[in-house]
């Protein structure tokens, strides 16, 4: 059986694995981590060209921690796209799945132990159900448009609460608050032209390319079966 997510780990039953399947639209949501990823690492370079060293101890862990996260948002866009539209199979995870979950898991641990840094436990555990309460919004889907959209919503809002997260009392703050939209241009014209660009080439490619490179692809993607309900619950349902 595929491994569960965090929300199935803690019992929540999702619907979802009974109606995801194909649609480019999810693929596309899932450039929504471009802010965030560009957010991250616009911060940390401004960080860098703005202060000098020797930096204070408290700014030492938020000059490790950005450019970490800077860097897992950037990944998250491609497991995202192939987990959740490439790769995607009605009832089962692909092995980019299981991928993405693990990113997901430790993208959000590492993101909120940042925040927590910075902002109050009040603050940081308000992003934190704001994301859940997507997460497992996407998850009860029950029906394949259900789903598009609600997952669609879930990257949309997870993409805005961790660009919200990144900007949100920055370190150095007073010194980086003014200076740092210049960066956060540059990053983000850089990842919108990089996506644009490859967009493109894929959609120039012809039908024999494309479906060769799926199957490339399709080789590592070792579709296993979501865990179902327990028997003694089905057995209910009789």
């Excluded at 641990?109 to 859940?132: G, K, N, P, W, Y």
Aim: glycine share 6%; proline share 5%; charged share 15%.
């Amino acid at each position: 059986m595929a491994p569960a997510n965090l929300a199935e780990l803690t019992g929540f039953k999702s619907q979802a694995c009974h109606h995801w399947d194909y649609h480019p639209l999810v693929g596309l949501s899932s450039l929504c981590f471009i802010p965030p990823a560009s957010a991250f690492l616009a911060v940390w370079l401004c960080l860098l060209c703005t202060l000098e060293p020797p930096y204070p101890q408290e700014l030492i862990a938020h000059l490790l921690l950005y450019p970490m996260l800077g860097l897992l948002f950037t990944i998250a866009i491609f497991t995202c796209a192939s987990a959740d539209c490439l790769y995607i199979r009605r009832g089962h995870r692909s092995w980019y799945g299981r991928v993405d979950i693990r990113l997901a898991s430790g993208t959000l641990f590492v993101a909120i132990c940042d925040f927590a840094f910075r902002a109050s436990l009040l603050e940081t555990a308000v992003l934190v159900l704001i994301a859940a309460v997507a997460f497992i919004y996407s998850g009860a889907s029950t029906s394949f448009e259900q789903w598009v959209f609600r997952h669609s919503l879930w990257h949309v809002t997870a993409g805005a609460v961790a660009t919200y997260g990144a900007f949100r009392q920055m370190p150095a703050g007073n010194v980086v608050a003014g200076r740092v939209l210049p960066y956060f241009l540059v990053a983000f014209g850089v990842y919108a032209l990089v996506a644009l660009a490859t967009l493109a080439f894929f959609s120039q490619l012809s039908s024999h390319y494309k479906a060769e490179l799926w199957k490339r692809g399709a080789e590592y993607a070792d579709w296993r079966p979501v865990a179902q309900e327990p028997e003694r619950d089905k057995l209910k349902g009789l």
